[in-house]
């Protein structure tokens, strides 16, 4: 399955993901793309990867935005059927958690 998410990476991108995805596979996959995995090392792995801690600590607040809009009940359960109106919610929503912040 990770193929097939990061068919879209363009060359000189840069990948996050956890510890879960630190496989040689997924590492030579990225860098065959012309990308970046900054991928936390796992604890058994022997060989060192350039890894930045503060690009990886960023990928916190596209997580935390997830959150608060999981928080809307409306949203997480999709009342609208179609998608036009769900991305027009999806927006307004976005807007609404970028003026409380």
Known sequence: MAAKLLDTVAP????????AYDTDGIRSFV????AWANIPPRSMR???FAFS????R???LVER???RLKQMRG?????????????AAIKLA????WINA
């Not at 860098?31 to 012309?34: E, L, P, Q, R």
């Not at 009342?79 to 991305?87: A, C, G, I, S």
């Open 12 to 19: 000189g991108a840069t990948v996050i993901a956890d510890k």
């Open 31 to 34: 860098a065959a793309k012309g």
């Open 46 to 48: 022997k060989a060192t």
């Open 53 to 56: 801690r503060w690009v990886y």
């Open 58 to 60: 960023q990928r916190n």
């Open 65 to 67: 935005f997830f959150n």
């Open 75 to 87: 949203l997480a359960t999709r009342y609208d059927r179609r998608p036009d109106n769900f991305l």
């Open 94 to 97: 976005a807007v609404r958690i």
